[in-house]
């Protein structure tokens, strides 16, 4: 779905997934994300790295740490998703 290099993952932002919707879906779970560590997000449209919209029933997002247990980054997992 990314449809992206692993030179580019690096680069690739919230506002460029996430519409508006699901970025304010986001930013009220991300307390609750980097204190679980995880949060399972309600099904939206969201855009692949080339532009693409895509639906997705569900989104699972977890906080990756790194070798000192420091928050890293946090990653998505779509479910159910497919081009619209």
């Known amino acids: 779905m990314l449809e992206t290099t692993l ?22 779970e991300f307390p609750q994300i980097m ?8 099904g939206g449209i969201c855009l692949s790295s080339m532009g ?4 997705y029933e569900r989104a699972v997002a977890w906080k990756v740490m ?3 247990e420091n928050a890293h980054c946090i990653c998505f997992m779509f479910i159910n998703w497919s081009f619209v």
């Open 35 to 42: 204190q679980q560590g995880f949060m399972c997000l309600q």
């Open 7 to 28: 030179v580019a993952l690096q680069d690739i932002t919230l506002e460029k997934i996430f519409d508006e919707n699901g970025r304010k879906t986001l930013c009220s």
């Open 66 to 68: 790194n070798e000192e």
């Open 52 to 55: 693409r919209p895509v639906s």
